[in-house]
């Protein structure tokens, strides 16, 4: 049994397969029907994370307005005092920024290790280097996380009024 699909052929040959299509035909059509089988279960997991990143930016955005929401009456307060909007709107950004920078850093590392540790279970003979297309992940992410946050700033203005502090 040195041919790798060897192991293949009965079972091809018990469905009739190798007397209809020849032994080679037979392996090339079996060979993409588990390929298909593969690919379909990595198609549905690249699904399931882009449903995910997409509910968390979703989360994240949420959050940002939540917090802006309970932080009404201090924003007032700092526009009220004479604060820029640009300077509340800055930290607004950085609040976000700031706490996901290091994580997003440690996340893409450790995906890239995890990545490559796989890489080389699953071809041991083949050199493998980073992959570099995956590196720009977690650069991808945090620029999603930001434009998420991004998407509050419109609701800094509204409420971030003086007269806000007559009201709450």
Same mark, same amino acid.
Request: glycine share 8%.
């Given at each position: ?8 052929? %009965?079972?091809?040959? /018990? ?8 032994? &080679?035909?037979?392996? $090339? /059509? ?26 968390? @930016? ?8 939540? !917090? @802006?929401? &309970? ?5 007032? *307060?700092?526009? =009220? ?7 509340? =709107? $800055?930290?607004?950004? @950085?609040? &976000?920024?700031?706490?996901? *920078? %290091? =994580?997003?850093?440690?996340? /893409? ?10 890489? !080389? ?8 280097? %980073?992959?570099? &297309? *995956?590196?720009?992940? %977690? ?8 434009? =998420? ?7 800094? $203005?509204? !409420?971030? #009024?003086?007269?806000?502090? #007559?009201?709450?």
């Amino acid at each position: 049994m040195t041919d790798k699909g060897e192991h293949t052929v %009965p079972l091809l040959e /018990g469905r009739g397969l190798v007397k209809a299509y020849g032994r &080679t035909e037979a392996l $090339r /059509g079996a060979t993409v029907a588990l390929m298909a089988y593969y690919t379909t279960g990595v198609d549905l997991t690249a699904v399931a994370v882009l449903v995910a990143l997409a509910l968390v @930016l979703t989360a994240l955005a949420v959050g940002t307005v939540e !917090s @802006l929401a &309970t932080r009404r009456r201090g924003l007032a *307060a700092q526009v =009220a005092a004479g604060v820029p909007y640009r300077v509340l =709107a $800055r930290a607004l950004l @950085l609040e &976000t920024a700031l706490p996901l *920078a %290091p =994580a997003g850093a440690v996340a /893409g590392a450790g995906g890239t290790a995890i990545g490559l540790w796989y890489a !080389s279970l699953a071809a041991p003979d083949a050199a493998t280097g %980073p992959p570099y &297309t *995956a590196l720009l992940v %977690p650069v991808a992410v945090y620029t999603a996380c930001l434009l =998420a946050a991004a998407a509050s700033l419109p609701l800094l $203005r509204r !409420s971030a #009024r003086p007269a806000e502090l #007559r009201y709450t």
